[in-house]
């Protein structure tokens, strides 16, 4: 089965407003198969901040490539780490 990573986008509240403080690019193939683990990673930020909103955008329906053609995909996140 094909796996498809979203593009991704960081931002930061600070206690008004969210502002971008980052973008993370997918650079895994789209043709790419089998199980994978990625870790997206944001470096040398030096915010503070209350509150931290992930932004993923959803690749759409699947492509012909797909065992479930046309069907919607779906965004998966396991854990997000800030330090």
Not at 13 to 26: A, E, I, M, S
Not at 44 to 73: I, M, Y
């Amino acid at each position: 089965m094909d796996t498809y990573a979203p593009e991704g986008r960081f931002l930061c509240f600070d206690d008004v407003n969210y502002k971008l403080v980052g973008t993370v690019v997918n650079d895994i193939p789209a043709d790419k198969e089998g199980s994978i683990i990625k870790t997206f990673t944001l470096e040398g930020l030096n915010l503070q901040g209350q509150f931290v909103k992930v932004v993923a955008k959803n690749p759409g329906v699947l492509p012909p490539s797909h065992p479930s053609a046309g069907e919607k995909s779906w965004i998966f996140a396991d854990e997000i780490t800030i330090e």
